[in-house]
């Protein structure tokens, strides 16, 4: 007992007195490392037990370490060790190889005079090969504390405690640490600027005006005007009347009524025209040529009237009461009735659309 003391003394004075010499130095927010460090195992909960391999003496134990640090308050820790330690039986030689993984979490500004506190815990498996034949395998699960200092900007020392239980049969043994990391990767807060800042007038902001007609939000009796549209003094739209004309020919075959499908363009065109004004009407004048009597002919363009509007209502949409018909006979023709050509000319319909529409005047 009082040899073990000794070297545990000796061991963590060592590290105490290397770090207290040093000049300390800040801990990246993050960085990798890759450390070598040396442990002292106390194996004595395993004393007595059934299997050789399991009665260990104490014994020293060198390992490797990777650490990355992901932000100032946790980092990831993995480790592979070797010792040669003996049995308490006979001083059989074994051979232990062990492997470790593990989380650490640190306190991001705390410090014990210029150290780091950490604490985690992990999961170990250990393969031991006794001198002579004969092999096992262990899994573990450790605790660990302790504390960490930078020697010099890629120099990080650490020494701790773990203590670690063997799942099968419930064994705990003390292992005390200590190490030394090279960092790489590292990561470094941003330094607060340095440059004062030009002293800055008051800006005084100017006065609003929302829907940009460029009369103030005070002063704007017409609040959110459409953009672009000219205004007066009070910020109120300057609006314009002006009458809408739309004019459609529909030509028909001789002594026909029916409306051929090559002027469906033209009906649908001047339907779109009402749709976009919806206050305007419609006047449909059906005309004839001179063929047959004066009073069959007035008959005949009136059909050819209301044929045009059936195709108004039932194919665009358009309401009845917005559209008045008329049938004007033989009496305005537009061209000569003593040709074929003409005559053609003559049998049609004569659309007017016709209304006011007020509209706010653009700038």
């Known amino acids: 007992m009082q040899r073990r003391i000794l070297a545990l003394a000796a061991l963590f004075g060592a590290a105490l007195a290397t770090g207290l010499a040093a000049a300390s130095e800040n801990f990246p927010i993050s960085y990798t490392t890759l450390g070598l460090e040396g442990s002292y195992v106390d194996s004595g909960n395993s004393r007595n037990k059934s299997a050789v391999e399991d009665n260990l003496a104490n014994y020293w134990e060198g390992g490797l370490n990777i650490t990355h ?61 006794i001198d002579g034949g004969g092999s096992k395998n262990e899994d573990s699960l450790y605790l660990e504390g302790g504390l960490q200092r930078m020697l010099a900007p890629r120099f990080m020392f650490e020494a701790g405690v773990r203590a670690r239980t063997e799942l099968e049969d419930g064994y705990v043994d003390g292992q005390y640490f200590a190490g030394i990391h090279y960092l790489f990767n590292r990561k470094f807060p941003a330094a607060p600027s340095a440059e004062i800042a030009p002293r800055r007038e008051p800006v005084i902001a100017p006065p609003k005006d929302s829907d940009g007609d460029g009369v103030i939000d005070e002063l704007d009796k017409c609040p959110n005007t459409p953009q672009g549209a000219l205004v007066d003094a009070d910020g109120c739209p300057k609006e314009l009347t002006r009458e809408i004309r739309e004019t459609l020919y529909v030509e028909f075959e001789l002594d026909k009524t029916e409306v051929r499908e090559a002027f469906y363009p033209d009906i649908e065109k001047l339907a779109k025209v009402m749709k976009q004004y919806p206050t305007s009407t419609i006047l449909l004048e059906g005309h004839t040529d001179s063929t047959g009597s004066a009073s069959y002919n007035q008959r005949l363009s009136k059909s050819r009237a209301d044929a045009v509007m059936k195709v108004l209502i039932n194919e665009f949409g358009i309401m009845r009461n917005r559209i008045t018909t008329s049938g004007m006979g033989e009496s305005q023709p537009v061209a000569s009735n003593d040709t074929p050509e003409g005559r053609a000319q003559n049998r049609r319909v004569e659309a007017v659309v016709s209304g006011e529409h007020t509209e706010i005047m653009k700038k």
């Open 69 to 129: 640090q992901f932000n100032p308050n946790f980092s990831l820790f993995g480790q592979a060790s070797y010792a040669e330690p003996e049995t308490r039986v006979n001083n059989v030689d074994i051979e232990l190889w062990r492997f470790s993984l593990g989380g650490r979490i640190h306190p991001g500004k705390f410090r014990l005079g210029g150290w780091r506190p950490f604490a985690g815990g992990g999961y170990s498996n250990t393969n031991l090969d």
